[in-house]
């Protein structure tokens, strides 16, 4: 129930390319959906985050889609540049209750010039 | 020195030795996170304080120890540590501990334990 499931795990793709990573829930009392990303030897870092009242969030080349029926979200990369290489992780939140983040896996994402 | 920053940034320790991780946060947040980072596995929140006080502690074994004497720095006491505990530690502080305070990481600190 409090898993928070992402996919793929790794992901290459051409500079231009739109990767996709996915992200699928259970617990329906999450109500908020943040995506972090991290470059090697740095922490996590905040990239856009998503409640579920919207279907699609977009913040610049990155968009956050939400299917609430499904329980699943997903980030979309628009133009992939390789500076967009790096680790996404996926997190959701009850914000009725408390501060806890459950984070998904993460996916390593490379992007060939 | 801006936003979370954490010390040492790589620490090689034996089983027997104690150490200390330390973290400082300049972003005037009131609550601070220990988190265990492994690899192919979810980031694991282990200690959570708000306001120096301690608000969550995610059944971490007792060989792992925080303290937090003010707002801005926080300490993560190391003995007697097993090699799975090898992980990156990151730290992280967020303003208050709403679920949508987003959370501000610093570097983490690399742990090998031998």
């Known amino acids: 129930q409090q898993q928070v499931k992402q996919s793929p795990q790794s992901l290459i793709v051409q500079k231009g390319g739109i990767p996709i990573i996915n992200c699928a829930y259970e617990?329906?009392?999450?109500?908020?959906f943040p995506w972090y990303q991290q470059f090697p030897g740095k922490g996590p870092a905040l990239l856009i985050a998503?409640?579920?009242?919207?279907s699609e969030k977009k913040e610049g080349r990155f968009t956050i889609s939400f299917n609430k029926s499904a329980k699943q979200f997903s980030l979309h990369i628009m133009d992939s540049q390789p500076g967009d290489s790096a680790t996404y992780f996926c997190a959701a939140a009850d914000t009725s209750g408390t501060y806890k983040y459950i984070f998904g896996t993460g996916t390593r994402l490379k992007v060939l010039a | 020195e801006t936003g979370v920053t954490q010390t040492p940034r790589h620490l090689v320790m034996g089983m027997t030795n104690k150490k200390s991780l330390k973290c400082e946060q300049h972003l005037g947040h009131n609550a601070m996170y220990w988190y265990k980072q492994s690899a192919k596995k979810p980031l694991e929140l282990m200690f959570v304080?708000?306001?120096?006080?301690?608000?969550e502690n995610n059944s971490v074994p007792s060989r792992f120890s925080p303290e937090c004497p003010n707002s801005s720095h926080l300490f993560l006491h190391l003995h007697t540590l097993q090699p799975e505990d090898s992980a990156l530690y990151l730290c992280a502080s967020s303003q208050g501990q709403g679920g949508t305070d987003t959370q501000y990481f610093g570097p983490g600190t690399r742990l090998t334990v031998l």
């Open positions: 304080y708000n306001f120096k006080e301690q608000t």
């Open positions: 617990n329906t009392a999450f109500d908020y």
């Open positions: 998503i409640r579920p009242d919207v």
